[in-house]
């Protein structure tokens, strides 16, 4: 029975962090370019206004945007490759690989650089495709 409820309060944190996930206040503002993309932007205060960095420590720098709604800024996000580029502000980023995931896999959030997530496919909040890119 303690097995259930450890499972049932991870889900509920893993619930959590997918809805909300913590605010990378320092990152907002910042600027993202992707040039394969033709992405120049800045970091938006809330997903609905723009890509939004969701999950923010010393290693990492997770970002989201819609593909389908609200300017959907990543809905070519699957057309970046490896060795791409990515900026945010003055620090550069070289795309390393792709993955499609689930959305409740917070697994991502452990790589050491920048995270770029969107739904997959687009329109469909079943996956995230997922683009990591680490400092070049």
């Given amino acids: 029975m303690r097995s ?7 889900l509920v944190a893993v619930v959590g962090l997918a809805l909300a996930g913590p605010t990378a206040a320092s990152s907002q503002g910042s600027s993202l370019v992707i ?7 800045r970091l938006a205060p809330s997903l609905n206004q723009g890509p939004y960095a969701y999950y923010q420590d010393a290693d990492t720098l997770a970002v989201a945007g819609h593909r389908t ?20 502000d003055d620090v550069v ?13 917070t697994w991502i959030l452990r790589y ?18 997922v683009v990591f890119a680490a400092p070049l």
């Avoid at 980023?93 to 896999?105: G, H, I, K, N, Y």
């Fill in 4 to 10: 259930r409820s450890l499972l049932s309060g991870l």
């Fill in 35 to 41: 040039p394969r993309l033709g992405l120049d932007t």
């Fill in 69 to 88: 709604t609200h300017s959907h800024p990543f809905s070519r996000l699957p057309l970046l490759r490896r060795g791409d580029r990515i900026r945010v």
């Fill in 93 to 105: 980023f070289v795309v390393r690989r792709t993955a499609v995931v689930r959305p409740w896999e």
């Fill in 112 to 129: 050491r650089g920048v995270v770029l997530s969107a739904c997959h496919p687009a329109g469909s909040a079943a996956y995230r495709y």
